[in-house]
């Protein structure tokens, strides 16, 4: 434990136990799926993120390693971890740099949007070094000042690679875009059957899908305009489904955003107008773009 510590130190990482976990030391080979709550703080004491009360409820990390994950750190730290253990490690800037980014990504996860929402298409590195605002004034505030931050890992449960089904932002590019077409039939047949919640849920996944691998395209190249075309009755899917629960704005923003692109969209037109007589916008409701 005190070699583990030095090698950590070293690092700019430094490791306090909270509570220890039990059994001896793990293997962590890549592959793995790790489960854990978290909690970042600034040094100060200030809470940025605690995934037991972000979005209002408790909903645990998922990490499966070897796959690259954007904040690189909360994999080392983790291997040195036992199941069950709760450790606070307080990790030098160059560790944090990316955690703007990471955090938008996972607040937009929790509140039921596209985890990419706002974020450009560039690389972390580029985009933590631009002045383009991440949505929260604390992420903007941390990324135009990076700083040591306090990570407090409660590691849940360590599955070995092979003993789990592989969530969907885990596949390879080859793997979603097969997926794809079976989470729309699924997301149909549910909407049939009245189940528009668990409708919702397909559409989005199918879109979270698409728009990961549409952002390794250069925006209006073939490839991007496949992926796009692919997304949009998607898109609309998860509209209809949005306006049977009363998400009147989110689907004008959805529908304005289809038909920016494609002018003679009349399911866009439609739900739109629906979407704008329900807030009272009448004299929006069956306009076009200007």
Not at 43 to 55: A, K, P, Y
Not at 87 to 116: M, W
Request: hydrophobic letters at 35%; charged letters at 25%; one cysteine or more.
């Amino acid at each position: 434990m005190e070699e583990e510590a030095r090698k950590l130190f070293e690092e700019g990482i430094r490791k306090k136990l909270v509570s220890p976990g039990k059994g001896g030391p793990l293997n962590f080979p890549n592959g793995t799926k790790v489960v854990f709550h978290y909690r970042t703080s600034m040094c100060d004491g200030t809470v940025l993120d605690d995934s037991r009360t972000m979005g209002g409820h408790s909903k645990p990390m998922e990490l499966i390693l070897g796959k690259k994950f954007k904040l690189a750190v909360w994999e080392r730290v983790i291997i040195t971890m036992r199941e069950g253990e709760v450790s606070e490690f307080t990790c030098d800037t160059k560790h944090t740099a990316l955690y703007p980014l990471v955090s938008q990504s996972l607040r937009n996860i929790s509140a039921g949007k596209d985890p990419l929402e706002g974020q450009r298409h560039c690389c972390g590195i580029a985009q933590i070094h631009s002045h383009h605002s991440l949505g929260h004034k604390d992420l903007d505030q941390l990324q135009a000042s990076p700083q040591p931050l306090v990570f407090t890992i409660d590691l849940l449960e360590v599955l070995p690679p092979g003993s789990f089904q592989l969530d969907v932002w885990a596949m390879t590019d080859e793997e979603k875009l097969q997926l794809v077409p079976q989470m729309h039939e699924e997301g149909n047949l549910l909407f049939k059957q009245g189940k528009i919640k668990e409708a919702t849920d397909k559409y989005y996944n199918g879109i979270a899908c698409l728009k990961n691998l549409q952002m390794k395209e250069h925006p209006g190249d073939e490839a991007w305009i496949k992926l796009d075309l692919m997304i949009t009755p998607l898109l609309l899917n998860y509209c209809q489904c949005k306006l049977l629960q009363g998400q009147y704005y989110e689907v004008i923003e959805h529908c304005t955003s289809v038909i920016f692109k494609y002018e003679d969209n009349v399911k866009a037109f439609y739900k739109r107008a629906k979407a704008h007589a329900a807030v009272w916008n009448e004299n929006r409701s069956t306009g076009r773009l200007r």
